[in-house]
Protein backbone atom coordinates (compact mmCIF):
# COMPACT_ATOMS: atom_id res chain seq x y z
CA UNK A 1 0.00 0.00 0.00
CA UNK A 2 0.86 3.44 -0.24
CA UNK A 3 3.45 4.84 2.31
CA UNK A 4 3.82 8.29 3.55
CA UNK A 5 6.86 9.33 5.94
CA UNK A 6 7.57 12.20 8.44
CA UNK A 7 10.69 13.45 9.51
CA UNK A 8 12.06 13.92 12.00
CA UNK A 9 9.39 11.65 14.81
CA UNK A 10 10.23 13.84 17.50
CA UNK A 11 11.97 17.27 18.21
CA UNK A 12 12.48 19.33 21.31
CA UNK A 13 13.45 23.16 20.14
CA UNK A 14 13.81 26.42 22.71
CA UNK A 15 11.39 28.64 22.33
CA UNK A 16 11.82 31.15 19.30
CA UNK A 17 13.70 29.01 17.60
CA UNK A 18 12.02 27.54 14.00
CA UNK A 19 11.29 23.93 13.72
CA UNK A 20 10.58 21.68 9.78
CA UNK A 21 8.82 19.16 9.35
CA UNK A 22 9.37 16.96 6.32
CA UNK A 23 6.18 14.94 5.18
CA UNK A 24 7.01 12.36 1.54
CA UNK A 25 4.74 10.03 -0.03
CA UNK A 26 7.57 7.63 -0.85
CA UNK A 27 5.72 5.07 -3.18
CA UNK A 28 3.15 7.33 -5.37
CA UNK A 29 2.88 11.09 -6.17
CA UNK A 30 0.89 13.04 -4.14
CA UNK A 31 -0.36 16.33 -5.55
CA UNK A 32 -2.35 17.34 -2.24
CA UNK A 33 -1.54 16.81 0.95
CA UNK A 34 -3.01 17.59 4.07
CA UNK A 35 -1.38 19.01 7.77
CA UNK A 36 -2.89 18.11 10.74
CA UNK A 37 -2.56 19.12 14.53
CA UNK A 38 -3.38 16.55 17.42
CA UNK A 39 -4.10 17.63 21.21
CA UNK A 40 -4.17 15.01 23.51
CA UNK A 41 -7.21 12.92 23.94
CA UNK A 42 -8.35 15.07 21.19
CA UNK A 43 -9.14 14.56 17.51
CA UNK A 44 -7.49 15.46 14.55
CA UNK A 45 -7.65 19.36 13.42
CA UNK A 46 -7.00 20.08 9.87
CA UNK A 47 -4.08 23.17 9.61
CA UNK A 48 -3.43 23.16 6.17
CA UNK A 49 -4.17 21.48 2.57
CA UNK A 50 -0.91 21.42 0.52
CA UNK A 51 -1.34 21.38 -3.63
CA UNK A 52 1.75 20.97 -5.26
CA UNK A 53 3.09 23.65 -7.12
CA UNK A 54 0.34 26.51 -5.30
CA UNK A 55 -0.03 28.06 -2.48
CA UNK A 56 -1.68 26.34 0.98
CA UNK A 57 -5.06 26.85 2.35
CA UNK A 58 -5.11 27.46 5.52
CA UNK A 59 -8.34 26.36 7.95
CA UNK A 60 -10.07 29.32 9.74
CA UNK A 61 -7.84 30.32 13.18
CA UNK A 62 -4.65 28.89 11.61
CA UNK A 63 -1.67 31.02 11.14
CA UNK A 64 -0.46 31.72 7.70
CA UNK A 65 2.39 33.27 8.88
CA UNK A 66 3.54 31.11 11.63
CA UNK A 67 3.16 27.68 9.94
CA UNK A 68 4.48 27.89 6.57
CA UNK A 69 3.99 24.88 4.61
CA UNK A 70 5.90 24.32 1.41
CA UNK A 71 4.73 21.81 -1.24
CA UNK A 72 7.35 22.17 -4.08
CA UNK A 73 7.56 18.40 -5.56
CA UNK A 74 4.91 15.52 -5.91
CA UNK A 75 6.42 14.01 -3.09
CA UNK A 76 7.59 16.42 -0.02
CA UNK A 77 5.65 18.36 1.27
CA UNK A 78 6.91 20.68 5.01
CA UNK A 79 5.65 22.41 7.65
CA UNK A 80 7.92 25.04 9.21
CA UNK A 81 6.73 26.19 12.94
CA UNK A 82 8.04 29.32 12.89
CA UNK A 83 9.35 31.44 15.93
CA UNK A 84 7.88 28.12 18.42
CA UNK A 85 6.16 28.69 21.68
CA UNK A 86 5.43 26.01 24.15
CA UNK A 87 1.67 26.57 22.94
CA UNK A 88 2.95 24.95 20.11
CA UNK A 89 3.83 21.92 21.26
CA UNK A 90 1.55 19.38 19.64
CA UNK A 91 1.34 16.28 17.52
CA UNK A 92 1.75 16.93 13.84
CA UNK A 93 0.23 14.54 11.51
CA UNK A 94 0.34 14.74 7.73
CA UNK A 95 -1.59 12.87 5.40
CA UNK A 96 -1.06 12.38 1.54
CA UNK A 97 -4.29 12.13 -1.00
CA UNK A 98 -4.27 8.87 -2.86
CA UNK A 99 -2.91 8.17 -5.95
CA UNK A 100 -6.83 8.40 -7.10
CA UNK A 101 -6.74 11.84 -7.51
CA UNK A 102 -9.46 14.65 -6.38
CA UNK A 103 -11.54 13.72 -9.77
CA UNK A 104 -12.54 10.42 -7.89
CA UNK A 105 -15.32 9.87 -5.82
CA UNK A 106 -13.19 7.88 -3.20
CA UNK A 107 -9.84 9.45 -2.18
CA UNK A 108 -8.04 7.80 0.74
CA UNK A 109 -5.66 9.90 2.95
CA UNK A 110 -2.74 7.77 3.89
CA UNK A 111 -1.20 9.13 7.08
CA UNK A 112 2.67 9.37 8.07
CA UNK A 113 3.19 8.53 11.60
CA UNK A 114 3.27 11.95 12.99
CA UNK A 115 6.12 14.09 14.53
CA UNK A 116 5.95 15.23 18.21
CA UNK A 117 6.86 18.72 18.62
CA UNK A 118 8.10 19.76 22.15
CA UNK A 119 8.53 23.76 22.60
CA UNK A 120 10.48 24.18 25.81
CA UNK B 1 -21.80 21.02 7.02
CA UNK B 2 -20.64 17.28 7.86
CA UNK B 3 -19.77 15.85 11.23
CA UNK B 4 -19.37 12.84 13.28
CA UNK B 5 -20.05 12.06 16.56
CA UNK B 6 -18.30 9.06 18.74
CA UNK B 7 -18.91 7.35 21.47
CA UNK B 8 -16.72 9.27 24.80
CA UNK B 9 -14.42 6.59 26.19
CA UNK B 10 -12.20 5.71 27.14
CA UNK B 11 -13.77 2.07 26.56
CA UNK B 12 -12.34 -0.34 29.24
CA UNK B 13 -12.82 -4.59 28.77
CA UNK B 14 -11.34 -7.81 29.80
CA UNK B 15 -9.73 -9.93 26.98
CA UNK B 16 -12.22 -11.51 24.43
CA UNK B 17 -14.79 -9.28 25.54
CA UNK B 18 -17.49 -8.45 22.56
CA UNK B 19 -16.75 -4.61 21.62
CA UNK B 20 -18.55 -2.16 20.06
CA UNK B 21 -17.94 1.48 19.79
CA UNK B 22 -20.75 3.74 18.38
CA UNK B 23 -20.82 6.47 15.52
CA UNK B 24 -23.33 8.29 13.68
CA UNK B 25 -22.66 11.07 11.22
CA UNK B 26 -24.00 14.20 9.14
CA UNK B 27 -23.29 14.65 5.70
CA UNK B 28 -25.03 16.50 2.87
CA UNK B 29 -23.98 14.33 0.02
CA UNK B 30 -23.34 10.39 -0.28
CA UNK B 31 -20.12 9.96 2.09
CA UNK B 32 -17.62 7.06 2.65
CA UNK B 33 -17.06 5.83 6.36
CA UNK B 34 -13.68 4.68 7.65
CA UNK B 35 -12.24 3.75 10.89
CA UNK B 36 -9.26 4.93 11.76
CA UNK B 37 -6.77 2.92 14.43
CA UNK B 38 -3.89 5.42 16.34
CA UNK B 39 -1.72 3.31 18.11
CA UNK B 40 0.22 5.04 21.42
CA UNK B 41 2.96 7.50 20.18
CA UNK B 42 1.89 6.33 16.23
CA UNK B 43 0.04 8.33 13.56
CA UNK B 44 -3.19 7.09 11.91
CA UNK B 45 -3.67 3.93 10.15
CA UNK B 46 -7.13 3.20 8.06
CA UNK B 47 -8.58 -0.02 9.34
CA UNK B 48 -11.83 -0.54 7.58
CA UNK B 49 -13.92 1.44 5.23
CA UNK B 50 -16.95 1.26 3.32
CA UNK B 51 -17.81 3.80 0.12
CA UNK B 52 -21.73 3.08 0.03
CA UNK B 53 -24.82 2.22 2.12
CA UNK B 54 -25.03 -1.70 3.19
CA UNK B 55 -21.77 -2.35 2.34
CA UNK B 56 -19.53 -3.94 4.95
CA UNK B 57 -15.92 -3.29 5.97
CA UNK B 58 -13.71 -5.70 7.83
CA UNK B 59 -9.97 -6.27 9.25
CA UNK B 60 -8.38 -8.11 11.30
CA UNK B 61 -11.33 -9.40 13.35
CA UNK B 62 -13.29 -5.80 12.97
CA UNK B 63 -16.28 -4.83 11.24
CA UNK B 64 -18.56 -2.16 10.57
CA UNK B 65 -21.71 -1.72 8.30
CA UNK B 66 -22.78 1.44 6.63
CA UNK B 67 -25.96 1.97 7.80
CA UNK B 68 -27.79 4.77 5.92
CA UNK B 69 -31.63 4.57 7.39
CA UNK B 70 -29.75 5.46 10.69
CA UNK B 71 -26.62 7.61 9.67
CA UNK B 72 -24.48 4.90 11.40
CA UNK B 73 -21.26 2.90 11.42
CA UNK B 74 -20.61 1.33 14.46
CA UNK B 75 -17.36 -0.50 15.09
CA UNK B 76 -17.35 -4.28 16.25
CA UNK B 77 -14.92 -6.84 17.33
CA UNK B 78 -16.21 -10.09 18.77
CA UNK B 79 -13.20 -10.99 21.07
CA UNK B 80 -11.02 -8.59 21.86
CA UNK B 81 -7.11 -8.74 22.46
CA UNK B 82 -4.40 -6.28 24.79
CA UNK B 83 -3.13 -5.78 21.02
CA UNK B 84 -5.89 -3.54 20.44
CA UNK B 85 -5.50 -1.03 23.15
CA UNK B 86 -5.71 1.97 20.86
CA UNK B 87 -7.58 5.26 20.44
CA UNK B 88 -10.43 4.32 17.50
CA UNK B 89 -11.36 7.44 14.96
CA UNK B 90 -14.65 7.06 12.79
CA UNK B 91 -14.47 9.05 10.02
CA UNK B 92 -16.50 10.75 6.76
CA UNK B 93 -14.85 11.26 3.46
CA UNK B 94 -17.79 13.43 1.21
CA UNK B 95 -16.42 14.23 -2.67
CA UNK B 96 -17.58 18.14 -1.73
CA UNK B 97 -14.94 18.20 -0.04
CA UNK B 98 -11.08 17.22 0.21
CA UNK B 99 -10.69 16.30 3.39
CA UNK B 100 -11.54 13.60 5.94
CA UNK B 101 -14.13 14.93 8.75
CA UNK B 102 -13.02 12.76 11.83
CA UNK B 103 -14.56 12.43 15.34
CA UNK B 104 -13.05 12.78 18.36
CA UNK B 105 -11.85 9.53 18.69
CA UNK B 106 -12.39 6.76 21.06
CA UNK B 107 -9.83 5.04 23.41
CA UNK B 108 -10.13 1.51 24.06
CA UNK B 109 -8.13 -0.24 26.89
CA UNK B 110 -8.47 -3.96 27.00
CA UNK B 111 -6.96 -5.68 29.75
CA UNK B 112 -5.66 -9.56 30.62
Known amino acids: GAVVSQHPSWVICKSGTSVKIECRSLDFQATTMFWYRQFPKQSLMLMAT?????????EQGVEKDKFLINHASLTLSTLTVTSAHPEDSSFYIC????????????????FGPGTRLTVL | GNSVTQMEGPVTLSEEAFLTINCTYTATGYPSLFWYVQYPGEGLQLLLKATKADDKGSNKGFEATYRKETTSFHLEKGSVQVSDSAVYFCALYDAGYSTLTFGKGTMLLVSP
Open chain 1, 50 to 58: SNEGSKATY
Open chain 1, 95 to 110: SALGPGGLASSYNEQF
